[in-house]
């Protein structure tokens, strides 16, 4: 099968099995694509919810699917390859938490949307990069844990004051870039303004021109008058940046801004995952309804 005839037979069956494919930013450029709706973690979770499709089929790490089941449990959600797990999310376990809200009585858990199922369901509210600050906003008379990114906890700790504990943990593609990355790149394309994602430690936020969200990012360089921008988040993005502003130029901050598990998924992947329904997302009751609870507060804290 060729790959256009494959891409036909992807829509065909979505069509005939009423599905829809999400995407997000840091996905291949053909899985992007095919995607009927592309975005960032936020974007995706609120499309979720509210679309009217039996099937999802989410082209994103586990965490994602998983987020997607808990807000739509009526929907078959299935992820397109069946090991896509993210470094984060990995960083941190409900027993560790458990064991910290028992230590911390008087601490709001806020957990980051790149958790698993078990994690959001010891939480008070869930948060990504797009809305993380207004969220903690309304929590900054009290005692929080962030968890499990240190560096977006404490960018919103030093930018705010905010009380807040921050867990060990990080995105390893973020984590690693530093200030001589941006020093050499700015060396190099001196007219180009700086964009990072704040999973990035916080020096380099205060380095930027601007720190956002993926979704954000792309936002701020399409306004942008600009025409040259160096970026530095998941490679992923640079494809919907060209689309969008093909007469730009976009440099990435370091070769090394690539994640491994978003990039397993294959066109192939997508549609045998349509074709036979597999690698569905499953989350016990009891977790599913107990993590539901964090992410639609963060859901009404968004508006």
């Known amino acids: 099968m060729t790959k256009e005839e494959m891409i036909k037979e992807i829509e065909r069956l979505k069509k005939e099995k009423n599905a829809i494919i999400l995407a997000h930013y840091y996905q291949n450029g053909e899985i992007q694509d095919i995607a009927d709706y592309l975005g960032d973690s936020y974007n995706l979770s609120v499309i979720a919810k509210n679309s009217d499709a039996k099937i999802i089929v989410f082209c994103g790490v586990l965490f994602m699917g998983e987020t997607a089941k808990i807000l739509s449990p009526e929907k078959k959600v299935l992820m397109p390859h069946k090991y896509l797990p993210c470094y984060m999310a990995n960083l941190i376990n409900a027993k560790a938490l458990k064991k910290y809200k028992e230590e911390n009585p008087d601490r709001v858990i806020i957990s980051y949307v ?106 701020y360089c399409t306004k942008s008058d600009k025409d040259e921008f160096i970026i530095g988040t998941e490679m992923g993005i640079l494809h919907e940046l060209e689309k969008r502003n093909p007469n730009k130029k976009f440099y990435l901050l370091s070769k090394g801004l690539l994640c491994k598990s978003m990039k397993l998924i294959s066109l192939e992947d997508v549609y045998k995952c349509l074709l036979n329904e597999e690698y569905e997302v499953t989350i016990d009751k009891d977790t599913m309804d107990k993590a539901r609870v964090a992410l639609d507060k963060m859901l009404e804290l968004s508006k």
């Open 114 to 219: 790149n958790t698993y199922a078990d994690v959001k369901a010891l939480s008070d509210c869930t948060v990504t990069s797009s809305n993380a600050l207004k969220i903690l906003e309304h929590y900054k008379d009290k005692k929080i844990l962030y968890c499990p990114d240190k560096n977006l906890g404490n960018y919103a700790s030093k930018e705010y004051g905010y009380d807040i504990d921050l867990w060990d943990g990080c995105c390893q593609i973020h984590d690693r870039l530093t200030v001589d990355d941006v020093k050499k790149a700015k060396s190099e394309h001196p007219n180009a303004l700086f964009c990072v994602h704040p999973e990035a430690p916080y020096e380099l936020t205060q380095m930027a021109d601007y720190a956002g969200s993926t979704k954000g990012i792309i936002e």
